[in-house]
């Protein structure tokens, strides 16, 4: 067979499979409408209906609806009872094979749990880090810092008390100095 022909024969063949597969969906739609026509009935001429013909019109779309929405749940309740019963039967067979259906696994990164290693050693090695930092300050006693006395050298720097009586000190309001005597 020459590379012509089979050239020839390909495009034919795609050309059948497109059209059968036109075809499908054709009649997948006509069997779509048709289905749609059956259940929902030719629609009504609402025109020229007055108030109590619409109201029964309604009411028979109303139950109509109601009606396949039970149909639909029980359908849905039929294949949730039907997928159970497989499952268990699946299990059981499982079973008496001696087969287990085996878990999915996580996709774990190894770097990540090497470097979460590397930090928990890095953090066992530094206890300090641990440690609560404290004050000084909070530990002494206010006695303490109350009965501290500064030589007689530094008794002259800012906020230093000076005694009565040496010189160079403020009197008292209401006493007299010496000189004014």
Excluded at 2 to 13: A, G, I, V, Y
Excluded at 40 to 45: D, H, L, R, V
Excluded at 84 to 99: A, C, H, P, S
Excluded at 106 to 135: D, G, H, I, P, W
Aim: charged share 45%; net charge positive; glycine share 6%.
């Amino acid at each position: 067979m020459t590379p012509e022909r089979k050239k020839k024969l390909r495009l034919l063949l795609r050309k059948k499979a497109a059209e059968e597969l036109k075809k499908e969906q054709e009649r997948k739609a006509a069997e779509r409408r048709k289905i749609i026509d059956q259940r929902c009935g030719q629609p009504k001429n609402l025109d020229g209906a007055n108030e109590d013909d619409l109201r029964a019109i309604i009411k028979k779309y109303y139950d109509h609806c109601a009606n396949l929405e039970s149909e639909k749940y029980d359908i849905e309740m039929e294949i949730m009872r039907k997928d159970y019963e497989i499952n268990e039967l699946n299990i059981q067979v499982n079973d008496l094979r001696g087969k287990f259906i085996k878990p999915t696994l996580k996709k774990v990164s190894k770097y990540e749990n090497k470097f979460a290693k590397l930090q928990k050693k890095a953090a066992e090695f530094n206890f300090r880090n641990q440690l609560k930092t404290v004050k000084k300050k909070e530990f002494e006693l206010e006695d303490d810092k109350e009965k501290t006395t500064k030589p007689g050298w530094a008794a002259g720097g800012p906020g230093a008390a000076k005694k009565e009586g040496e010189e160079g000190a403020h009197p008292a309001e209401g006493e007299a100095t010496a000189e004014e005597a």
